[in-house]
């Protein structure tokens, strides 16, 4: 019984460890759109506009999936922590925060994946 409670805590605790990060690093990247974007990398980005922030995703989506593909779990990670990040940087430029994805993420949870797309589909096709 001790190992369940004990399991449950250490996921609270990662949850709550995750969203702090993002939530830090998303007041971070507010505070980046007074900046100046000579002297702040986000600040460049948010100056060059929409279109540079999305070649960036891109570029880094590339580096992910090539990192995974050459099996190179450090590099992985390295590459998916500039994707989040960079993506985190886009939500922001939108005016959004990542709770929102985290509040989508957890809508999702324990639903099928399958009934998930099959709803999605569904709803497309009533639109057109």
């Given at each position: 019984?001790?190992?369940?409670?004990?399991?449950?805590?250490?996921?609270?605790?990662?949850?709550?460890?995750?969203?702090?990060?993002?939530?830090?690093?998303?007041?971070?990247?507010?505070?980046?759109?007074?900046?100046?974007?000579?002297?702040?990398?986000?600040?460049?980005?948010?100056?060059?506009?929409?279109?540079?922030?999305?070649?960036?995703?891109?570029?880094?989506?590339?580096?992910?999936?090539?990192?995974?593909?050459?099996?190179?779990?450090?590099?992985?990670?390295?590459?998916t922590a500039d994707?989040?990040?960079?993506?985190?940087?886009?939500?922001?430029?939108?005016?959004?925060?990542?709770?929102?994805?985290?509040?989508?993420?957890?809508?999702?949870?324990?639903?099928?994946?399958?009934?998930?797309?099959?709803?999605?589909?569904?709803?497309?096709?009533?639109?057109?």
């Amino acid at each position: 019984m001790a190992s369940v409670v004990q399991k449950k805590q250490t996921q609270v605790r990662k949850k709550i460890k995750v969203s702090n990060v993002l939530q830090e690093l998303a007041q971070t990247l507010e505070q980046r759109k007074t900046a100046d974007p000579k002297q702040s990398y986000v600040a460049s980005l948010y100056a060059k506009g929409l279109d540079t922030i999305l070649k960036k995703i891109g570029e880094e989506t590339t580096e992910t999936v090539i990192a995974a593909k050459n099996g190179e779990p450090n590099q992985l990670i390295y590459e998916t922590a500039d994707l989040w990040f960079h993506t985190l940087v886009l939500l922001a430029h939108q005016g959004l925060g990542p709770q929102a994805v985290l509040n989508e993420l957890e809508r999702r949870f324990g639903f099928s994946g399958f009934a998930e797309k099959a709803q999605r589909n569904q709803s497309t096709t009533e639109e057109t």
